[in-house]
């Protein structure tokens, strides 16, 4: 077997088993850090807008910054791997990973809180998709390599959950800068045990920096033109030039994809109508998921007065539900086709995004919550594998990785457009009925002024409960992109789909 061959070292020997160990642990571990960084920050968002005075429309950007960053460059982070070598890739991306957690939790002002999560997002971007090739060339084909890729599949479940109990346990134990300072010793154990992973070999080509600079750039304008129209009026000065940017720079992205001879997104992956149309739903899918943890985590926490760590062991029936049904749906693809799988799943997924619109300051956790809870994860459950499938089903094998990858960055980046648009729906409604609500309800809290906490209460639930709403039609967009252009049939297991990242 030549050097730079999977399952071989940099020598040509197989490794066999002696790092094999170190060398999941260092994969699986990276993993679980980029993961759990979303669920993670979630939970401490309220204690991050007290301490650091962030506005409502602002509060979704230390969301939204680093979904953006990292869905905005995981194409070109892989590309760049195979260019320079994935393991130099892996290395660099986990090293600025936890040079930003470190930014993030010494943070004094919101500003660099957000340049912070930017930054960890190009390091997540660079980290993921060349930790998962790096099981290609660490692992023997076989029994060890499909091990690691399931231990690798599992850690976006698992890290989901982590991050929700460890934001809450952090937060309420030390400090909600915790939330960052503890993937410093984790990206530094990382870090030390990379010389177990077996570098690949590098492939010619060039790589697409412009396309990489329109294409996230063009989407930072739109989703900065969502968030301050909403706060500042859709006609102020900076909010059309937003747009106009966004248009200019997304336009100029299509067009590089277009005449790039290696371009970051191969415009042929969208000639397949089932594969665009798994992009579509996914889009639809992140942007309502994305919404559902951040609001109900506010709700949970603003209105309902749950500790960060209440409020963390409150999403563990999403996480159940949702993995029951992702186990349910893996085994039906074979038998049912894609849209009988995942259009229902929507529908439900839809259901229960409405059972939260009717909340009320004073819902219970267990009459309210909690079944709506599992029920939007059951429907999520069982349209996350029809459409990992059906983005990898039909594709040439060497643009396998590229695809499944698109999906992950759909994810990402309709979350982060999802949020924008969601976040700026509930403000709105939420000062209609009271300006500046959560100011309102803050001074209230600090003042002991109940009639007015009560009444902020009130304006924030109802601001909720429209991006609810909002997120219920989400999923009915997702719903109608699958019924008009999802029509494969059933499908046999498909190798080499990359796992969806379900938090």
């Known amino acids: 077997m030549p050097p730079g061959q999977p399952g071989t070292d940099a020598s040509g020997a197989s490794p066999g088993?002696?790092?094999?160990?170190?060398?999941?642990?260092?994969?699986?571990?990276?993993?679980l850090m980029v993961i759990l960084d979303a669920t993670i920050t979630n939970i401490a968002l309220p204690a991050i807008q007290?301490?650091?005075?962030?506005?409502?429309?602002?509060l979704a950007w230390i969301v939204n910054s680093y979904a953006l960053a990292f869905g905005g460059l995981m194409l070109l982070g892989g590309k760049a791997g195979d260019l320079f070598g994935r393991r130099r890739l892996f290395q660099a991306g986990i090293a600025v990973f936890t040079l930003a957690s470190l930014l993030g939790g010494l943070a004094p002002n919101e500003s660099m809180l957000i340049g912070a999560r930017i930054l960890q997002g190009i390091g997540a971007?660079?980290?993921a998709p060349n930790a998962l090739a790096l099981i290609t060339t660490t692992f023997p084909a076989g029994k060890s390599r499909n091990t690691a890729m399931g231990v690798y599949a599992a850690m976006g479940g698992v890290g989901a959950t982590v991050g929700l109990l460890m934001g809450?346990?952090?937060?309420?134990?030390?400090?909600?800068?915790?939330?960052?300072?503890?993937?410093?010793?984790i990206g530094l154990a990382v870090l030390a045990g990379t010389k177990s992973l077996v570098e690949a070999e590098r492939?010619?080509?060039?790589?697409?920096?412009?396309g990489a600079i329109t294409g996230t750039g063009g989407l930072i304008a739109l989703v900065y033109g969502i968030t301050r129209g909403g706060e500042h009026g859709w006609t102020n000065g900076p909010t059309p030039a937003s747009f106009a940017t966004a248009a200019v720079l997304l336009a100029a992205f299509l067009v590089i994809q277009a005449r790039a001879a290696d371009p970051m997104m191969p415009l042929r992956l969208f000639k397949d109508r089932n594969r665009s149309g798994s992009y579509g739903t996914m889009l639809f899918i992140g942007a309502g998921l994305f919404a559902m943890f951040y609001f109900l985590t506010l709700y949970m926490q603003l209105i309902l007065g749950y500790s960060a760590i209440r409020t963390g062991f409150a999403f563990l029936p999403f996480t159940i539900g949702m993995g029951t049904a992702a186990g349910m749906s893996s085994k039906l693809v074979t038998r049912l086709s894609p849209r009988l799988i995942a259009g229902p799943g929507l529908l439900v997924g839809a259901g229960g995004m409405l059972w939260f619109a009717a909340l009320e300051p004073d819902s219970s956790y267990a009459g309210h919550l909690l079944p709506a809870m599992f029920v939007t994860a059951v429907g999520l459950g069982l349209s996350f594998v029809p459409m990992t499938l059906g983005a990898v089903s039909g594709v040439d094998h060497q643009d396998t990785g590229m695809a499944s990858a698109l999906l992950n960055t759909a994810q990402q980046i309709g979350g982060a457009l999802g949020l924008a648009v969601l976040s700026t729906i509930s403000t709105s409604a939420a000062n209609d009925k009271l300006p500046d609500a959560a100011s309102t309800l803050f001074r209230g809290q600090a003042t002991q002024d109940l009639p007015l906490v009560a009444k902020a209460g009130e304006a924030l639930t109802h601001g909720y409960t429209m991006a609810f709403i909002a997120s219920g039609a989400m999923f009915l967009?997702?719903?109608v992109v699958t019924f008009l252009a999802v029509n494969a049939g059933k499908q046999e297991h498909t190798e080499g789909a990359t796992p969806v990242h379900m938090g």
């Open 203 to 210: 492939h010619p080509g060039r790589l697409d920096v412009p």
């Open 17 to 31: 088993g002696r790092h094999l160990g170190l060398a999941l642990f260092v994969i699986a571990t990276a993993q």
């Open 50 to 58: 007290t301490d650091l005075g962030v506005s409502n429309a602002n």
């Open 477 to 479: 967009g997702g719903l």
């Open 125 to 127: 971007a660079l980290a």
């Open 168 to 185: 809450g346990t952090l937060t309420d134990a030390l400090d909600w800068r915790w939330v960052f300072f503890v993937n410093i010793p």
